[in-house]
């Protein structure tokens, strides 16, 4: 069983949809998630940091994180064309081993 | 633009060679990592170094090998290579081993 799991996709929505992007892991050790957004052929850029189980907003971005269901979620409001990008979930253990979600490819339709 | 350097951008090489990747940290980034990902494979993680020290092992294989120098730069030594290896290689930095990671924009090897 892979520590993390992500849904590839891909992901098709109109300009100004609600996109919910979605992991899940293996064990519950895990205390750091993370949402990276990847462009083609770039390097990943990190878009959300969060310890333990709850809800953090920034901008159109929210990410949340369910420990008892081992569980995470990254939503984009009013989604962009320019949104359209990989999302990377990654997950850690006391910054000793990374997980990284093999990604889901988004597309924003204008 | 995260901070991070990683030269080259592109290397072409064939099997049985070896070459070394480069990775310059953020300023005060003392963690470094490296990752490799090909299209079947996602991101992998390869190995981290925190302020000199190998710190943790991930799927790195024998033929691969890496330092972080006094100076916090890094280089990833790919040795023997096959045409599997052939993927991007990023290196990302934080601050310390707790901190959200930032990544360089990556060495794309080609081994033919």
């Known amino acids: 069983q892979k520590e993390v799991e992500q849904d590839p996709g891909p992901l098709s929505v109109p300009e100004g949809a609600i996109v919910s992007l979605n992991c899940t892991y293996s064990n519950s050790a895990f205390q750091y998630f993370m949402w990276y957004r990847q462009y083609s052929r770039k390097g990943p850029e990190l878009l959300m940091y969060t310890y333990s189980s709850g809800n953090k907003e920034d901008g159109r971005f929210t990410a949340q994180v369910d420990k008892s269901s081992k569980y995470i979620s990254l939503f984009i409001r009013d989604s962009q064309p320019s949104d359209s990008a990989t999302y990377l979930c990654?997950?850690?253990?006391?910054?000793?081993?990374?997980?990284f979600g093999t990604g889901t490819s988004l597309t924003v339709i204008p | 633009d995260s901070g991070v350097t990683q030269t080259p951008k592109h290397l072409i090489t064939a099997t049985g060679q070896r070459v070394t990747l480069r990775c310059s940290p953020r300023?005060?980034?003392?963690?470094v990592y490296w990752y490799q990902q090909s299209l079947d494979q996602g991101l992998q993680f390869l190995i981290q170094y925190y302020n000199g020290e190998e710190r943790a092992k991930g799927n790195i294989l024998e033929r691969f090998s890496a330092q972080q120098f006094p100076d916090l730069h890094s280089e990833l030594n790919l040795s023997s290579l096959e045409l599997g290896d052939s993927a991007l290689y990023f290196c990302?930095?934080?601050?310390?081993?707790?901190?959200?990671?930032?990544f360089g924009p990556g060495t794309r090897l080609t081994v033919l």
């Open positions: 990302a930095s934080s601050e310390t081993i707790y901190n959200e990671q930032f």
């Open positions: 300023s005060g980034d003392l963690s």
């Open positions: 990654a997950i850690s253990n006391t910054g000793n081993q990374f997980y």
